[in-house]
């Protein structure tokens, strides 16, 4: 039987705790609207259509189950014309790895392979130098003044470790991160039609940039990964322009994961550490405790707080009935605190138990975990070797976004 839906008076309240959700309170602090959202229950249907599901069990089972789908590119025709879903920069996505389901999914993620430890081991030079390399004028900077935590480190490192995996030439890494922030309007909730405009110009030029990048490593490979998925995809596929266009998505769906997401984690954990001082000492005295640290950063603030599934047919949720081909949003930020498997959910603490779904789950599980979890807790722990204590100048400023959290400026000073 159906659950009974939430009254007019809760539609609106959704509908009211979303807008704010846009604000700079809302940024800010997102995490008594979540609390509002969960307390209708751990699955609901949305004001706009669709469904909400806040409850942890709930997501785990839809991030692990095979019948929930990604909204690829199949369903995203399906909308027609006119909608948000036909504007070039969601077709776009539509055939990248972030959104594709099986048998297309499979093929692309067994061409990538997979960070596994050797290529751990090997970014962690990488990790090492540019993290030491872009706290050198913060340390400077500390010295007499203030320093912005966001913009001289927690969104740089990102994209100069997938620059040099990729091996793009260091010039370009400026403007590319600048495109995949104008890009991910099209990954957003509720994009406005000026940010799909943003979005789609950004895409072009992405298209652009990585295409040549595939057409130079055709004509010159190298030992990087592009060169690699190019030689793999080759045995898959006897059309070279087929194989092009593959490796090409690929590449792309490898750059834009790796950087909002973790330079968001490089973020609020640089925070928590602000916040939490106590844990300066600790992580000092015990530096296996960091990779607590960051798993505890990964649950109480998700960088991704919404992830959206797709049914693949009629389906029952948690008590309600989900169509076929109905799209169900998981606010992963609020599951993460749900008290049901966290106690006291609210309270900051790296010495509980692990357990999160920041980086999803099942056959979607994030392919970059390995490589977030290295930047995080090697930037964690360089702060506080090179860095003297640090207190906040001003409270962060946010992006008003609501599935990709952004935080704009992280300003310290010496305590």
Not at 101 to 106: I, R, S, V
Not at 158 to 169: F, K
Not at 185 to 207: H, K, W, Y
Not at 343 to 371: E, N, V
Request: with cysteine; charged share 25%; hydrophobic share 40%.
């Amino acid at each position: 039987m159906k659950v009974a839906a939430p009254s007019q008076a809760s539609r609106r309240s959704v509908i009211s705790h979303f807008a704010r959700l846009r604000t700079p309170k809302g940024q800010s602090n997102p995490f008594p609207y979540y609390a509002d959202l969960q307390s209708l229950g751990p699955v609901f249907p949305a004001p706009w259509g669709g469904h909400l599901v806040t409850g942890f069990d709930l997501c785990d089972q839809m991030l692990r189950g095979r019948e929930w789908l990604e909204p690829d590119r199949h369903w995203r025709r399906r909308r027609g014309g006119g909608t948000r879903w036909d504007a070039p920069s969601s077709t776009e996505m539509g055939f990248t790895l972030i959104v594709l389901n099986p048998p297309d999914h499979t093929k692309m993620r067994r061409a990538f392979g997979s960070f596994d430890r050797t290529t751990v081991r090997e970014l962690e030079r990488t990790v090492a130098s540019a993290t030491d390399r872009l706290l050198d004028p913060v340390v400077e900077q500390v010295r007499d003044g203030e320093a912005d935590l966001v913009d001289l480190v927690c969104e740089r490192l990102p994209i100069e470790v997938i620059g040099a995996w990729l091996a793009l030439p260091s010039a370009d890494l400026p403007r590319l991160w600048e495109l995949t922030h104008d890009q991910v309007f099209t990954q957003e909730l509720f994009p406005t039609p000026r940010q799909l405009a943003l979005s789609d110009e950004s895409t072009r030029e992405l298209r652009a940039y990585f295409q040549n990048l595939v057409r130079e490593r055709r004509a010159r490979p190298g030992i990087d990964p592009v060169s690699r998925w190019l030689a793999t995809w080759d045995t898959m596929e006897t059309d070279r322009d087929k194989s092009d266009e593959a490796v090409y998505y690929l590449t792309l769906s490898v750059f834009l994961a790796a950087l909002l997401t973790t330079a968001a984690l490089l973020a609020t954990m640089t925070l928590q550490l602000l916040e939490h001082p106590e844990w300066r000492g600790r992580l000092a005295g015990d530096p296996e405790l960091a990779a607590g640290f960051v798993e505890e950063t990964l649950r109480f603030d998700a960088p991704a707080p919404i992830v959206s599934r797709i049914a693949s047919e009629d389906l029952m949720l948690g008590g309600m009935e989900i169509g076929k081909d109905e799209m169900v949003h998981m606010m992963v930020g609020a599951a993460n605190r749900d008290p049901r498997r966290h106690h006291d959910p609210d309270r900051f603490d790296p010495l509980r138990k692990p357990g999160h779904l920041s980086f999803g789950g099942g056959m979607h599980y994030c392919l970059g975990a390995p490589l977030a979890r290295l930047e995080a807790q090697t930037l964690l722990l360089q702060l506080i070797e090179r860095l003297p204590p640090l207190a906040l100048v001003r409270r962060p400023s946010w992006a008003p976004r609501v599935a990709f959290r952004r935080m704009l400026n992280l300003d310290v000073a010496p305590a």
